[in-house]
């Protein structure tokens, strides 16, 4: 079967986006996806994503890390995917789309993705670092000389250690900018390497520093590798709710590959 997709990028997180609707892509072949995001012998992408139908909303998202894995919510690919769906005329510029952790609202405004997170009710601190889902698991750790930083090398080291082990959590590095800004640098699950840029990171980075008292905005800028993105939000008694992700997504490019 020959497949079309299209690869997307979100400040430089990029994925592998195929209409599904047909129901055509065998989502138990986790060889095959897993080949396809490989950088080297496939498209290469941190991710696969498929847009299906859904009775109840304007589309399903589906996806998969880029080792062929079904997945966790992916903040960065459900922007991706929003660009996607008006790309394809399913949506104009404002959608309901169900994913893995549940459902999302979206809007699209001057190109820039708006992306409604699921509302947070507990965020773990512990001496050196904070732990949430954002859709995904997050650890939080503050370091000083992010940009030298061996993510890579401590980023396995606490994805694979206590008390995360198999299961594993994203790991996120942060250094303050700002009152109002951090640097953010991701090593991420099930691509097992540093990514340029990570969605759910990026807001569970944003929540953890509002509740450690690191910023008192509810507005805050998140620098990653890849470029910038914001996450706003409201502060609560209980938690935090309306949490938007925002931040650019575009189609880089448009092919054919025998599935």
């Not at 699209?108 to 904070?130: K, P, R």
């Not at 807001?203 to 690191?214: D, I, P, Q, R």
Request: charged share 25%; aromatic share 10%.
């Amino acid at each position: 079967m020959i497949m079309t997709f299209y690869k997307y990028q979100g400040t430089g997180n990029d994925f592998v986006i195929v209409d599904n609707r047909l129901q055509n892509i065998d989502k138990t072949d986790t060889k095959r996806i897993a080949e396809i995001c490989d950088r080297r012998f496939g498209i290469g992408a941190d991710g696969f994503i498929l847009l299906e139908n859904d009775k109840d909303v304007d589309f399903k998202m589906v996806y998969f890390n880029a080792d062929g894995n079904e997945s966790s919510m992916c903040g960065n690919g459900g922007r991706c995917i929003v660009a996607f769906a008006k790309f394809l005329g399913v949506i104009e510029n404002y959608t309901e789309f169900i994913a893995i952790d549940g459902l999302h609202k979206a809007k699209i405004e001057n190109g820039t993705v708006h992306l409604q997170m699921q509302d947070i009710s507990e965020i773990e601190a512990y001496d050196n670092h904070q732990f949430l889902d954002t859709g995904s698991p997050h650890h939080v750790e503050m370091v000083s000389g992010l940009s030298n930083f061996e993510v890579k090398a401590n980023g396995a080291k606490i994805r694979y250690g206590q008390p995360y082990n198999e299961k594993g959590s994203n790991v996120n590095f942060v250094e303050q900018l700002s009152a109002e800004s951090f640097a953010v640098r991701t090593y991420e699950r099930g691509v097992e390497d540093e990514t340029f840029s990570c969605g759910t990171g990026v807001t569970a980075v944003a929540l953890a520093m509002h509740k450690s008292g690191k910023t008192k905005s509810n507005a805050v800028s998140l620098k990653t590798p890849g470029g910038i993105l914001k996450v706003t939000f409201n502060s609560e008694e209980n938690g935090y709710n309306n949490i938007w992700l925002v931040g650019p997504a575009k189609q880089v490019f448009k092919g054919e590959l025998e599935w």
